[in-house]
């Protein structure tokens, strides 16, 4: 069974104090890992997907990359706007997502 | 940009009642899905559907759930006999052509069982 662990679950950080997510996960043929954002009372937005070990992905402050047993989410000088949940998910040969429980982000200003 | 979009947003029901939610993928897409997120836990999956058939089911979705897609836009998740563990948020993505494409979620709907 897959398993994808997300580590810490939560995080407060000054604005503009950057830091890192990490998702540690168990998968049998991983086909691609998703990090998406969720905002209270939403549903999870996309941010990026990883094919491979090696592989990095950037979108304004964030950057993700990917090993062969976790994935890692950097903020680099975060701003109160950057205050989400942020999930990890994995997807093996049957397609369907295997999410993590989230690591809660809160900047304060 | 496109989006998936779901009604209703919340849902109250009587347990032992039927339920359908409904969902609107993006238009060029070609498999879709439902999850479902109990208070203060993971995002679950349920099922997928693609080319007018599911392709694979959580253990969660038993004979009391049943999805639909009975036109070219809509895709329905129908719950026969709701219990009051089904109270959850159940949320609609979908994905382009290629199993490893992105899924697209919607807003989900809010069903809490009396």
């Known amino acids: 069974e897959d398993q994808v662990t997300q580590s810490p679950e939560a995080l407060r950080l000054q604005e503009g104090e950057s830091s890192s997510l990490n998702c540690s996960y168990t998968v049998s043929g991983l086909r691609g890992l998703f990090w998406y954002r969720q905002d209270p009372g939403k549903g999870p937005e996309f941010l990026f997907t990883?094919?491979?070990a090696g592989e990095e992905k950037e979108k304004e402050r964030l950057k993700a990359t990917l090993t062969k047993k976790e994935s890692f989410l950097h903020i680099t000088a975060p701003k109160p706007e950057d205050s989400a949940t942020y999930l990890c998910?994995?997807?093996?040969?049957?397609?369907?997502?295997?999410f993590g429980a989230g690591t809660t982000v809160t900047v304060r200003a | 940009e496109p989006e998936v979009t779901q009604t209703p947003s919340h849902q109250v029901t009587q347990m032992g009642q039927e339920v359908i939610l409904r969902c609107v993928p993006i238009?060029?897409?070609?498999?879709f899905y439902w999850y479902r997120q109990i208070l203060g836990q993971k995002v679950e999956f349920l099922v997928s559907?693609?080319?007018?058939?599911?392709?694979?089911k959580s253990e969660i979705f038993d004979d009391q759930f049943s999805v639909e897609r009975p036109d070219g836009s809509n895709f329905t998740l129908k719950i026969r006999s709701t219990k009051l563990e089904d109270s959850a948020m159940y949320f609609c993505?979908?994905?382009?052509?290629?199993?490893?494409?992105?899924?697209?979620f919607g807003d989900g709907t809010r069903l809490s069982i009396l």
């Open positions: 993505a979908s994905s382009g052509a290629g199993g490893s494409q992105p899924q697209h």
């Open positions: 238009s060029n897409h070609l498999y």
């Open positions: 559907f693609y080319n007018n058939e599911i392709s694979e």
């Open positions: 990883l094919y491979s």
């Open positions: 998910a994995v997807q093996a040969d049957d397609y369907k997502l295997s």
